[in-house]
Structure formats: C-alpha cells, structure tokens
C-alpha cells in the first residue's frame, strides 16, 4: 500500500514561523509559471518539467533544496551535495520569511530554468 502524503502533513505540528516561510515561498514560485507540488513522506519536491527544489520541514524552520548546475559559494548554504556530473543539490536553512528574499529567489528561478 502506497501512502498519499499532503503538505499539511508536512506542516502539521510546526511552528507557526514555518507555515509562514512555506507559504511565502510557494507564493513566490508560483508566479515563475508551471509549479507541481509533490509532496513525499519526508519532503515536498517542487518540479515544473524537472524538479528543482524540495523542502524539508523541520519544527522551527525550514530547509530548502536547491538544485543548480554548478557549486554555488555563499554563507548561506548550509550544505552542498553533488547529485550528479552536472548537478549540485544546496541546502538553506530558512528560519525566517523574510529570507524568502530577491537573492534566493534568484537562484530558485535559475534551478526552475535549467533544463535536464
């Protein structure tokens, strides 16, 4: 039997700061066009043709995935993780919406607009 997971479940118990940063973001991205919000048992992947992000729900805060073609170098990232020969998977813990700001949005759109 397969489970069906929801972004509530995700969301259920958090605190309120992650609803928050969550909404936000998803707000966000979806004014970049064609956003599919897959939720999985322990994260929730955002793909339009290919995924390009997940986040994964912590109580106080947020990690947000962020899957670009190259190692991106900033203070920001929390980890850095190579996927593949062309694909580097970065972690941003986001404990505040307003975080949710023009610099990663910038990187989330480059991810949304790489191609496979």
């Known amino acids: 039997m397969v489970a069906n997971f929801t972004e509530l479940d995700h969301l259920q ?3 309120e700061i992650v609803r ?5 973001l998803i707000d966000k991205l ?9 939720p999985k048992k322990t994260s929730v992947h ?12 912590r109580q106080s805060y ?5 899957h ?3 190692e991106l170098k900033t203070p ?19 404990t505040k919406d307003s975080e949710v700001d023009k610099e990663l949005l910038g990187w989330l ?5 790489l191609k496979k």
């Open 13 to 15: 118990g958090k605190d």
């Open 76 to 94: 920001r990232i929390s980890k850095i993780e190579r996927a593949s020969a062309n694909r580097y998977h970065h972690t941003i813990k986001l």
């Open 109 to 113: 759109r480059e991810a949304y607009n």
């Open 30 to 38: 979806s004014k970049f066009g064609q956003l599919k919000i897959e």
């Open 20 to 24: 928050k940063i969550y909404r936000k």
């Open 46 to 57: 955002l793909r339009n043709r290919f995924g390009f992000a997940g986040v994964y729900t």
């Open 62 to 66: 947020l990690n947000l995935e962020v």
């Open 68 to 70: 670009l073609n190259y």
